[in-house]
């Protein structure tokens, strides 16, 4: 769609049918919600200065570039967004050359955009492009944000970054941004005229109080301005980012400065749609829902792997006052909202900082606590430094509790939670297990409780697959559990959510298997596979993860160990290839992973 011809009236118009369009569709299928409403004036302003097939767009997470996709060509498939074979939730290049980047993770942006900036003079097209940032204040409180303004500051290529402050409604000018950037009012020159100003005021009433009041508020205002100008950037706001007139004029000028500058943006989470507008977590990233009354459509009477794990979590820190939580910008998707609302001192969120959350974990395990380190498997790839170094090189009690495990659905590439188990293996002092099912997950989280080094359980978005299987047992380290002994030649082996798998699969086949619950990954239950190498020589393992340094993986260097040579070993894990986006179970049929053709496979190996 190309914009450029039309006027500010006709922009305004445009926005409005923009986000009605993203409302009919998020509300059918689920997605981002209320950033992406928020940023639609500033989109479509971009897409008005710059062009987005020479000029680099980079949308930070990129969760709110659903505008960007229906100006760019996608408006017609628009109804696909998030399904499988359908328009990403994210940007991805190989759907349209519009799109930059893969993102899907927070606080890349102005990385990027260096990036393509170092590239662009390198080219000698300075005159030609100019790329553009868009990151919101909360992806702010990463350091790579910072690592990036740094040398932007140093180095003054041109590029312009555009900070969408959404936290709080226009009225409120700063919002998050003068309590994530305002270091100066902590000074102590800030700090005594505060107080010198304070005893001075006391002494003539209220008026004065009033006056003082708005000097300091003006004085917050122009902080975040200070930081950037001192770091070399120049600084423009904040401004209305629901103006498309003041959008598309600060644009220009900030295009036209040939030098880096941050546009500063007040936006409105929600905006359009008054049900989700300022709230926060809620309406970031919703399920299918009713339009007019904002209700979920979406229906499960299945417990979920988050709520047993916040139900477990609460039970133990009611009767252990040295456990301790923090997550990283996720409360209620990890379940940790609950415990942070019962128990504030002691479990924290603490934005989106992975990195911090291991290492200040890792303290609280050195003074004695108990701490559950509650990340997304995805995310923790982005603390994976810290786990080495201030976690297991210790060998401190942190346990690393890792939501959405295995395949996540809708989300895609950029968050299928399948890489945990071979960069955690690597690590020495490091204990790998899964629980199975309800169970079995409260008696994880008590063995982790009690467990005085590093380790590491991992659960499946949305609901276990349940069996009828024996009951769990309590863990007890390094111990598997044999949950079906026969005669017959073959054995299942299951980690996690892939014991049910294994059982589902097995009812397809018209002979009895052995089954078993592997429990541990690091350490695996060696006498248990010993033995049952002597019994059965036709393995089939079944897990939620990536064949590469996998579950099967790590089985293979145990029977390398052993010279254990005559076992028949066969992975259902997955491929060594990125998974795309799409409803779990389709993306599953896709990969060839559901019990019955998984049940076909293994009696065309037989």
Same mark, same amino acid.
Request: hydrophobic share 40%.
């Given at each position: 769609?190309?914009?450029?011809?039309?006027?500010?009236?006709?922009?305004?118009?445009?926005?409005?049918?923009?986000?009605?369009?993203?409302?009919?569709?998020?509300?059918?299928?689920?997605?981002?919600?209320?950033?992406?409403?928020?940023?639609?004036?500033?989109?479509?302003?971009?897409?008005?200065?710059?062009?987005?097939?020479?000029?680099?767009?980079?949308?930070?997470?990129?969760?709110?570039?659903?505008?960007?996709?229906?100006?760019?060509?996608?408006?017609?498939?628009?109804?696909?967004?998030?399904?499988?074979?359908?328009?990403?939730?994210?940007?991805?290049?190989?759907?349209?050359?519009?799109?930059?980047?893969?993102?899907?993770?927070?606080?890349?942006?102005?990385?990027?955009?260096?990036?393509?900036?170092?590239?662009?003079?390198?080219?000698?097209?300075?005159?030609?492009?100019?790329?553009?940032?868009?990151?919101?204040?909360?992806?702010?409180?990463?350091?790579?944000?910072?690592?990036?303004?740094?040398?932007?500051?140093?180095?003054?290529?041109?590029?312009?970054?555009?900070?969408?402050?959404?936290?709080?409604?226009?009225?409120?000018?700063?919002?998050?941004?003068?309590?994530?950037?305002?270091?100066?009012?902590?000074?102590?020159?800030?700090?005594?005229?505060?107080?010198?100003?304070?005893?001075?005021?006391?002494?003539?009433?209220?008026?004065?109080?009033?006056?003082?009041?708005?000097?300091?508020?003006?004085?917050?205002?122009?902080?975040?301005?200070?930081?950037?100008?001192?770091?070399?950037?120049?600084?423009?706001?904040?401004?209305?980012?629901?103006?498309?007139?003041?959008?598309?004029?600060?644009?220009? =000028? +900030? &295009?036209?400065?040939? $030098?880096? /500058?941050?546009?500063?943006?007040?936006?409105?989470? @929600?905006? #359009?749609?008054?049900?989700?507008?300022?709230?926060?977590?809620?309406?970031?990233?919703?399920?299918?829902?009713?339009?007019?009354?904002?209700?979920?459509?979406?229906?499960?009477?299945?417990?979920?792997?988050?709520?047993?794990?916040?139900?477990?979590?609460?039970? =133990? +820190? &009611?009767?252990?006052? $040295?456990? /301790?939580?923090?997550?990283?910008?996720?409360?209620? @998707?990890? #379940?940790?909202?609950?415990?942070?609302?019962?128990?504030?001192?002691?479990?924290?969120?603490?934005?989106?900082?992975?990195?911090?959350?291991?290492?200040?974990?890792?303290?609280?395990?050195?003074?004695?606590?108990?701490?559950?380190?509650?990340?997304?498997?995805?995310?923790?790839?982005?603390?994976?430094?810290? /786990?080495?170094?201030?976690?297991?090189?210790?060998?401190?009690?942190?346990?690393?509790?890792?939501?959405?495990?295995?395949?996540?659905?809708?989300?895609?590439?950029?968050?299928?939670?399948?890489?945990?188990?071979?960069?955690?293996?690597?690590?020495?002092?490091?204990?790998?297990?899964?629980?199975?099912?309800?169970?079995?997950?409260?008696?994880?989280?008590?063995?982790?409780?009690?467990?005085?080094?590093?380790?590491?359980?991992?659960?499946?978005?949305?609901?276990?697959?349940?069996?009828?299987?024996?009951?769990?047992?309590?863990?007890?380290?390094?111990?598997?559990?044999?949950?079906?002994?026969?005669?017959?030649?073959?054995?299942?082996?299951?980690?996690?959510?892939?014991?049910?798998?294994?059982?589902?699969?097995?009812?397809?086949?018209?002979?009895?298997?052995?089954?078993?619950?592997?429990?541990?990954?690091?350490?695996?239950?060696?006498?248990?596979?010993?033995?049952?190498?002597?019994?059965?020589?036709?393995?089939?393992?079944?897990?939620?993860?990536?064949?590469?340094?996998?579950?099967?993986?790590?089985?293979?260097?145990?029977?390398?160990?052993?010279?254990?040579?005559?076992?028949?070993?066969?992975?259902?894990?997955?491929?060594?290839?990125?998974?795309?986006?799409?409803?779990?179970?389709?993306?599953?049929?896709?990969?060839?992973?559901?019990?019955?053709?998984?049940?076909?496979?293994?009696?065309?190996?037989?």
């Amino acid at each position: 769609m190309n914009i450029k011809s039309k006027t500010i009236p006709e922009l305004e118009t445009l926005c409005g049918e923009i986000r009605e369009e993203i409302l009919r569709v998020v509300s059918k299928n689920g997605g981002h919600l209320s950033s992406t409403l928020g940023a639609t004036e500033l989109i479509v302003a971009m897409h008005k200065v710059f062009d987005s097939k020479k000029d680099p767009f980079i949308f930070d997470v990129s969760h709110q570039s659903y505008a960007h996709k229906l100006l760019t060509d996608r408006w017609d498939n628009f109804d696909t967004l998030r399904q499988f074979n359908g328009v990403c939730g994210y940007t991805k290049p190989s759907e349209s050359e519009d799109d930059y980047f893969v993102a899907g993770h927070s606080s890349t942006s102005i990385s990027l955009g260096v990036g393509a900036a170092k590239a662009i003079a390198l080219k000698g097209e300075q005159d030609s492009r100019i790329p553009i940032a868009m990151i919101g204040d909360g992806s702010m409180t990463a350091g790579m944000v910072y690592e990036a303004l740094n040398e932007l500051g140093d180095r003054k290529y041109p590029m312009i970054i555009i900070l969408n402050d959404n936290e709080m409604s226009i009225a409120k000018p700063i919002g998050a941004l003068s309590r994530i950037l305002s270091s100066a009012m902590a000074g102590s020159f800030y700090q005594k005229f505060k107080k010198h100003t304070e005893n001075f005021v006391d002494n003539f009433g209220e008026g004065a109080h009033y006056i003082a009041k708005r000097m300091e508020e003006g004085l917050k205002l122009i902080t975040p301005g200070i930081m950037f100008e001192e770091m070399g950037i120049d600084y423009i706001g904040p401004i209305d980012g629901h103006n498309i007139k003041s959008l598309v004029e600060t644009l220009e =000028l +900030a &295009k036209d400065l040939g $030098k880096p /500058v941050i546009v500063h943006c007040q936006t409105l989470k @929600g905006k #359009g749609y008054e049900i989700a507008e300022g709230k926060e977590e809620k309406w970031h990233g919703v399920s299918p829902f009713d339009l007019k009354s904002g209700a979920s459509s979406k229906k499960s009477s299945d417990k979920s792997a988050t709520q047993i794990f916040t139900e477990a979590l609460m039970h =133990l +820190a &009611k009767n252990d006052e $040295k456990i /301790v939580g923090a997550t990283a910008a996720m409360p209620s @998707g990890t #379940g940790m909202n609950e415990l942070m609302e019962t128990y504030p001192d002691r479990f924290w969120d603490v934005a989106i900082a992975e990195q911090h959350a291991v290492t200040s974990m890792s303290a609280l395990a050195k003074e004695g606590f108990k701490p559950f380190c509650t990340i997304y498997s995805t995310f923790l790839q982005r603390g994976y430094d810290q /786990v080495i170094h201030d976690t297991c090189l210790m060998d401190l009690p942190v346990v690393f509790a890792l939501d959405r495990a295995g395949i996540v659905g809708e989300d895609g590439e950029t968050h299928q939670g399948v890489f945990d188990i071979s960069f955690l293996r690597a690590i020495p002092n490091m204990t790998l297990f899964a629980p199975r099912d309800e169970k079995s997950f409260h008696q994880a989280m008590a063995f982790a409780s009690e467990y005085q080094h590093p380790c590491s359980l991992r659960y499946p978005r949305g609901s276990f697959k349940e069996t009828d299987l024996i009951e769990s047992t309590p863990f007890e380290l390094a111990k598997s559990q044999l949950l079906y002994s026969t005669d017959s030649d073959i054995l299942f082996i299951g980690y996690g959510n892939g014991v049910g798998r294994a059982y589902e699969s097995a009812k397809f086949l018209e002979e009895d298997v052995s089954i078993l619950d592997l429990r541990f990954v690091k350490p695996l239950d060696e006498n248990m596979l010993r033995n049952l190498a002597t019994k059965h020589k036709t393995w089939f393992v079944f897990s939620d993860y990536s064949k590469a340094g996998g579950v099967v993986s790590a089985i293979l260097d145990f029977l390398a160990k052993e010279k254990i040579l005559d076992i028949e070993l066969t992975s259902f894990e997955y491929e060594d290839e990125f998974i795309t986006h799409g409803n779990t179970k389709l993306v599953e049929e896709s990969l060839g992973l559901l019990p019955s053709q998984l049940a076909l496979k293994v009696k065309e190996l037989l």
